[in-house]
């Protein structure tokens, strides 16, 4: 995946996730929502650290 794909996941997560809280009932929320929010807040981490990772590399000469 390279840089310009990674930010647009990385943006295509963070407005999945405002999406979904914007969605959020107040009271009762479903099990499958629980789910889905804690599946694309670790998505949006893992990618986060990669790209965090990858702009590193870059300042150390390593790629």
């Known amino acids: 995946m390279d840089k310009n794909e990674l930010q647009k996941?990385?943006?295509?997560l963070e407005e999945a996730i405002a999406n979904l809280k914007?969605?959020?009932?107040?009271h009762s929320v479903k099990v499958e929502m629980v789910v889905e929010l804690e599946?694309?807040?670790?998505?949006?981490f893992w990618l986060q650290n990669k790209?965090?990772?990858?702009?590193?590399?870059?300042s150390y000469g390593r790629k």
Request: net charge negative; proline share 4%.
């Open 9 to 12: 996941e990385i943006r295509r």
């Open 39 to 44: 599946e694309l807040e670790e998505k949006l």
């Open 51 to 58: 790209e965090k990772e990858e702009v590193e590399e870059r």
């Open 22 to 26: 914007k969605r959020w009932p107040a």
